[in-house]
């Protein structure tokens, strides 16, 4: 599970982040004392930081540049004030890249994601999810099966990768739901059963009938 170090003092911001990146896998930790941002860090070691521009006592500029004295981990600026004079200083400072306010939350994860993967690819083992001759390469978001690629929306992606990860056992709607949707209470519950039936009819049509099933009331499984 990757670490990501969030310095987001905007409380209602911070925890957007958090439930959006726990319906990713990712562990959030927050930074709690803005005058210790350095020692925080190095206790997290985390694997990406997450830094806004504005920040109590110091901005955000310069713990960027305290932590590129220590580390050369992936850190992507998170901030309203995105004109390009602070882009370009927030690269200067040794940012990876950076998101501006406000974002929509796929959209800053697909970024993270993209940047952890350019960033451990090569050190990092990929994991592979499978079932009956299918692969699910979490390196790229690609279902494998027959010797053909599939290709999968983000929320297809979501979707196989959860119930491959509970292979065997029922996933309630509930859950498929928060890693779809983390923190949106106004999704309208059908539409999981709009994306699981599209998916349904993209893996009939490569061969992989049946490869969810529902479980009348409780939810959906991948078998063995």
Same mark, same amino acid.
């Given at each position: $599970?990757?670490?990501?170090?969030? %310095?987001?003092?905007?409380? #209602?911001? +911070?925890?957007?982040?958090?439930? %959006? +990146? #726990?319906?990713?896998?990712? @562990?959030v930790y927050r930074v709690h004392d803005y005058h210790e941002v350095i020692h925080e860090f190095e206790l997290c070691h985390p694997q990406l930081v997450l830094m806004d521009i504005t920040l109590p006592f110091f901005n955000g500029y310069?713990?960027?540049?305290?932590?590129?004295?220590?580390?050369?981990?992936?850190?992507?600026?998170?901030? #309203?004030? #995105?004109?390009n004079l602070n882009q370009v200083m927030a690269m200067n400072m040794g +940012?990876?890249?950076f998101v501006a306010k406000p974002f929509e939350m796929?959209?800053? $994860?697909?970024?993270?994601?993209?940047?952890l993967r350019r960033t451990y690819d090569?050190?990092?083992?990929?994991?592979?999810l499978s079932a009956r001759g299918a692969v699910l390469n979490t390196s790229d978001d690609t279902l494998e099966f027959d010797g053909? @690629?599939? +290709?999968?929306?983000?929320?297809?992606? @979501?979707?196989?990768?959860?119930?491959l990860e509970n292979k065997g056992r029922i996933v309630s709607r509930e859950k498929l739901m928060e890693k779809l949707w983390a923190g949106d209470e106004f999704v309208?519950?059908? %539409?999981?059963?709009?994306?699981?039936?599209?998916?349904?009819? @993209?893996?009939?049509?490569e061969g992989l009938t049946d490869f969810i099933t529902t479980r009348h009331k409780a939810g959906y499984m991948i078998g063995d």
């Open positions: $599970m990757y670490t990501l170090f969030l %310095a987001e003092d905007d409380n #209602s911001i +911070a925890e957007a982040i958090d439930r %959006a +990146a #726990s319906s990713w896998d990712f @562990k310069h713990w960027c540049s305290e932590i590129r004295k220590i580390s050369n981990v992936p850190i992507i600026f998170i901030s #309203s004030v #995105s004109d +940012a990876d890249d796929d959209f800053l $994860m697909t970024k993270i994601m993209a940047l090569l050190t990092v083992e990929e994991r592979l053909r @690629k599939i +290709a999968l929306s983000q929320n297809e992606y @979501k979707i196989i990768y959860t119930l309208d519950e059908n %539409a999981l059963s709009v994306n699981i039936n599209r998916l349904r009819k @993209k893996l009939d049509s």
